[in-house]
């Protein structure tokens, strides 16, 4: 079911800082940056590598606000990785069969995610406490702008 990690998901309280840190520490590059008003966040990808199907990156996440997914995490836990995502062919055919295997799924439909991907979320308590992400990357990825 799983082709790759797509991203890891890492919440923090300063996204411009959180980019510059990852920039001069580990020489990534930031490929995207979207608000999205739907998901509660300010968010930025920064590539690590390209492959069929979609590429690899890590999601800097900043909350639109406390009362937000990654807004109640910091205020909860501080700090830290906040999701792990995988890449899937389909998110929705993904979402039914792992709905059907008992895990509670957040999104019972797939949603808007960064870069045109569609997303749905799967309840982390289900997956041994780490809050799961399936993505299908939008057509056309990797994308190399
Ligand atoms: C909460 N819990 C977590 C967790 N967040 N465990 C691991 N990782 C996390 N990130 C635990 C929490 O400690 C509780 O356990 C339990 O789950 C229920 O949490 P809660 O605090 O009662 O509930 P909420 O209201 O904080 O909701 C948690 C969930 C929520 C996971 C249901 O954050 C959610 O719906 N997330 C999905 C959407 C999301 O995260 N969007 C932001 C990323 P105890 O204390 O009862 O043991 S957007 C994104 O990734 C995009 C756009 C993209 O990739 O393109
Ligand atoms: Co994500």
């Known amino acids: 079911?799983?082709?790759r990690i797509d991203h890891v998901g890492i919440a923090c309280h300063d996204l411009e800082e959180r980019i510059a840190f990852f920039q001069r520490t580990f020489d990534l590059t930031v490929v995207a940056r979207e608000i999205n008003e739907e998901q509660g966040v300010k968010e930025a990808m920064l590539r690590?590598?390209?492959?069929?199907?979609?590429?690899?990156?890590?999601?800097?996440?900043?909350?639109?606000?406390?009362?937000?997914p990654v807004g109640k995490f910091l205020a909860k836990r501080g700090e830290g990785v906040?999701?792990?995502a995988f890449g899937v062919p389909d998110v929705a055919r993904a979402l039914e069969e792992v709905g059907s295997r008992g895990v509670r799924l957040l999104d019972e439909t797939p949603r808007h995610g960064s870069m045109g991907s569609s997303i749905g979320f799967l309840h982390?308590?289900?997956?041994?406490?780490?809050l799961t992400e399936l993505?299908?990357?939008a057509e056309g990825q990797p994308e190399t702008t």
Not at 48 to 64: A, H, K, V
Not at 124 to 130: E, N, R, S, T
């Open 1 to 3: 079911m799983f082709m």
């Open 48 to 68: 690590i590598s390209d492959g069929q199907g979609g590429g690899s990156y890590i999601q800097l996440l900043e909350p639109l606000g406390p009362d937000t």
């Open 135 to 137: 993505v299908q990357a």
């Open 124 to 130: 982390p308590k289900d997956v041994g406490g780490m």
């Open 82 to 84: 906040h999701h792990v």
